[in-house]
Nanobody, 118 residues
Framework: VQLQACGGGLVQAGGSLGLSCAAS????????MNWYRQAPGKQREMVAS???????NYADSVKGRFTISRDDAKNTVYLQMNSLKPEDTGDYYC?????????????WGQGTQVTVSS
């Protein structure tokens, strides 16, 4: 099982970016899907999560600005980021619990860089 994230880039403050992360491989089910970020010199933090039932949760710092969604037919999770701020800069990682041939596992994508200029 692999997670492949894409969509990062450079944007001015107030702008928008969309991230996506697709899971591939022998997949029999996907549980919660999450987005984390790690700013330079800081610990990785969870930004948003979505359960298999569609329940979402957000870090206080992004509530009202970011939206997480998923398309189970495509094994993909999305993160729409609006009203971006310089403090949103960092490497964004997707994470998911995936049922594969060896049972449930916790998988991470490779990270995609988001830079918000002031």
């Amino acid at each position: 099982v692999q997670l492949q994230a894409c969509g990062g880039g450079l944007v001015q403050a107030g702008g928008s970016l969309g991230l996506s992360c697709a899971a591939s491989g022998s997949i029999f089910g996907i549980g919660a899907m999450n987005w984390y970020r790690q700013a330079p010199g800081k610990q990785r933090e969870m930004v948003a999560s979505i359960t298999s039932g569609g329940t979402t949760n957000y870090a206080d710092s992004v509530k009202g600005r970011f939206t997480i969604s998923r398309d189970d037919a495509k094994n993909t999770v999305y993160l729409q980021m609006n009203s971006l701020k310089p403090e949103d800069t960092g490497d964004y990682y997707c994470n998911a619990g995936v049922l594969g041939t060896t049972g449930w596992g916790n998988y991470w994508g490779q990270g995609t860089q988001v830079t918000v200029s002031s």
